[in-house]
């Protein structure tokens, strides 16, 4: 039997990474396999292409290159990793994917879409999400936290945080089109709460394909 997939979208500074988390501890408690994945990375070309991608020494790029670079990323993760744990029967939950393409390199960047909607049917193998679920919270909100964090842990991957606010509120509004545009895969859940509140949204989001998550340990 064929696993789910399921993605985290949202700006930065939205919380992916720790709900990401909170959804693999309350899947495995329930028995459910699962494996989580981020963009880019997840294999050792994702890796070296993330450094890249995020590095502010990097600079400028052209928006097509830092869409190919994406794509790249990507292409090596879904055929490496992917797409053989989704076939063992694994759930996947992948921080990030396309619609973060969409999102940044399309409506941030202005990256024509037809050019971006054309490489995501070569690319991505026949894979696409069962379930994505966008973070949402105001851009402002959104990237002081980001900064917040980068100066708490001392990170230097702050090449996309740098970008001014107006980049930030396009992206926001790009992913807010996204899910206008595909109801029944894209679900909006407010970033704003505690971490268990969002958590809770989360799983009320998703239950209707992982019955699962409704069910106490």
Known sequence: MRGYFITFEGIEGSGKSTQVAMLKKKLEDRG???LCVREPGGTPVGQHV?????NPETGDLDPLTELLLF??????LVKNVITPALEQGQTIVCDRFADSTTAYQGYGRGVDMEIIDTMAK?????VWPDRTIILDLPAGAGLNRALDRIMFKGSTDT??????LEFHRRVRNGFLKIAESNPDRVKIVNAEGSLEEVSEAV???LEDILPELSNPC
Do not use: H, Q, S, Y
Request: zero cysteines; a positive charge.
């Open 122 to 126: 070569i690319m991505r193998n026949g």
């Open 50 to 54: 993330r450094k890249i991608l995020l």
């Open 159 to 164: 090449r996309f945080e740098d970008e001014g």
């Open 32 to 34: 459910v396999p699962t």
């Open 71 to 76: 794509w790249a990323a990507r292409r090596e």
């Open 203 to 205: 799983a009320g989001a």
